[in-house]
């Protein structure tokens, strides 16, 4: 727990901010305070308001109502540069790099130090080198930020801030996107920047984080404060508590049914490097109906390529993967992936991607458009090449009152939900088309704690109606508490795979670390 001892002083101020977009209020007399030298942590369910309230904060926003002050001035930010000049910066769950230029012109990007519009390079490159070596942050200075893991990706934004004198560094669920021993990495960048005296502010959903790093522990509820408090004043449950207005219970893994029949068979799947990582190599594994299957591996072990070939994706370069669904399906190296991924939809497959921004929704459709993915060559949505819209519409309503999807309707345009509701709607849609297997990657991502333990019921019931999970997650605790069995790749290989019982986190954690790389 961090140390409490010492006084701080209030260096953020924000008091009686309100903020509505149309009919929804976001923030209602919002007052929260945030000292210097500490790290204030903002939690609460999804659409709160802790996006916005730190919108606010970084000038993305403009509030109707209340003031902002930084270190004893007010301030009225118009722009998210009025916000940096006044030295608060914000760090975003998506990185916002620019793929093909080398991470310290990452660095300096709009902020370049330079006489008569002259970028002097040697000066720039070996400002950023410097102040990476001062927080900690060993990035490549000169190689492409689009070539980097997320986890170096997102320390260069942290730089990015740095570099522009932020005192105020807000960092919005920023451990969502990082593996167990990346998150690591982030936290020792956080006690840096607390010792240099940065006030840091951090929204994240995963309370044990929270109670490990936060000073103060600030709980949204409906764009209000509910609660404000001293971590040394906080236990998990009473603040899980705080969040969701009451206790969350276990979920229900039922009576473990006779193993079913087979309904995926992954047999000796071969895949050269996509990128970086070691591609795949003899994967063989089946998953059967009634069965919830786990799928961890630190990234860049192969696990993802593992779910883009069985998802239909990409195609291997040897092996098979049958899908024996509603009909049955093989995919071998000869498959075109722009008709495999539909062949496999018809045939039963259902697929969460991990990304959602990039496959997930269409961003500046309405939510109806986003509902229809994987069901344009139903003639119930769309007929002769046209959208039936009263149908579409209506699936999206459905979604949105099935999955708790805090939306105003299926009208909205995806980018007005926050981010959470956005993940819901997602996850939602893919349970509705009763799948007989369901590929779901990282599907609590950005969920709050109540509601990311309904949906780990709803996998639970997907496998308990005689259908059949893969849940791939960085989340140890998730998938010991949902898989009946969990299977770990490390270095391209599948290394273990075994019933829950006889895992611990322990076992887990030496299998992803290739610490009992056995094959299976
Ligand atoms: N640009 C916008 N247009 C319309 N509504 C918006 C917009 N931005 C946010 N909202 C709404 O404001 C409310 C608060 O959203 P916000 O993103 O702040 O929640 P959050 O607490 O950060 O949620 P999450 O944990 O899911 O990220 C939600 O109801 C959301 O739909």
Request: aromatic share 4%.
């Amino acid at each position: 727990m961090p140390d409490q001892q010492s006084p701080a002083v209030s260096y953020v101020e924000l008091a009686g901010i309100s903020k509505s977009f149309g009919d929804v209020r976001a923030l209602d007399d919002v007052t929260v305070t945030a000292p210097q030298g500490r790290v204030t942590a903002i939690v609460g369910e999804n659409g709160a308001g802790k996006s916005t309230l730190m919108k606010v904060l970084s000038g993305v926003v403009t509030p109707d109502r209340g003031t902002v002050r930084i270190g004893g001035v007010e301030r009225h930010f118009r722009t998210t540069r009025d916000a940096t000049l006044a030295g608060v910066g914000m760090v975003y769950q998506e990185t916002a790099l620019v793929a093909a230029m080398s991470v310290w012109e990452n660095v300096v990007l709009g902020w370049e130090p330079g006489q008569r519009g002259i970028l002097r390079r040697k000066h720039a490159r070996r400002t950023v080198g410097e102040l990476a070596e001062r927080y900690s942050l060993p990035v490549p200075l000169d190689a492409h930020a689009g070539d980097l893991p997320v986890s170096i990706q997102q320390q260069v934004e942290i730089l990015k801030v740095l570099y522009r004198n932020a005192d105020v560094v807000i960092l919005d669920e920023p451990t969502s996107v990082l593996t167990p021993q990346e998150r690591e990495g982030l936290f020792a960048a956080m006690l840096n920047l607390q010792a240099e005296g940065k006030t840091l502010l951090f929204i994240s959903h995963k309370l044990d984080e929270v109670l490990a790093s936060a000073h103060h522990v600030t709980v949204m509820r409906h764009g209000r404060i509910v609660s404000s408090q001293r971590n040394d004043e906080l236990d998990r449950r009473g603040l899980a508590r705080s969040i969701v207005g009451r206790d969350i219970a276990p979920i229900d893994l039922g009576t473990r049914p006779e193993r079913g029949a087979t309904v995926l068979s992954v047999q000796h799947v071969e895949l050269g490097a996509l990128h970086e990582g070691p591609g795949i190599r003899e994967a063989s594994f089946e998953v059967a109906r009634g069965e919830v299957v786990g799928v961890a591996g630190v990234s860049g072990s192969g696990q993802h390529e593992l779910l883009q070939v069985i998802s239909g994706l990409v195609a291997p370069d040897a092996g098979t993967v049958v899908l024996d669904g509603r009909t049955r399906k093989e995919v071998d190296s000869a498959s075109d992936p722009a008709a495999t991924l539909p062949a496999l939809r018809k045939a039963g497959m259902s697929h969460i991607p991990a990304d959602r921004n990039a496959v997930g929704t269409l961003r500046r459709r309405p939510l109806w458009f986003s509902a229809l993915v994987g069901r344009l060559d139903d003639p119930e949505y769309c007929r002769r090449g046209v959208i039936r819209r009263p149908a579409a519409r209506a699936l999206a309503e459905r979604i949105i009152r099935e999955g708790g999807v805090k939306a105003s309707g299926p009208d909205a345009l995806p980018e007005s939900l926050s981010g959470g509701n956005l993940q819901k709607f997602i996850v939602q849609r893919e349970l509705l088309s009763d799948p007989v297997l369901l590929v779901a990657e990282e599907p609590t991502h950005g969920i709050d704690i109540g509601a990311a333990r309904d949906l780990r019921q709803k996998l639970r019931d997907v496998a308990a109606d005689g259908g059949a999970v893969l849940l791939a997650s960085t989340d140890l605790d998730e998938l010991l508490e949902t898989c009946d069995r969990i299977i770990v790749v490390f270095d391209g290989r599948i290394v273990l795979d075994a019933d829950r019982q006889d895992c611990t986190e322990e076992s887990l954690g030496a299998a992803l670390t290739g610490l009992s790389a056995v094959p299976a």
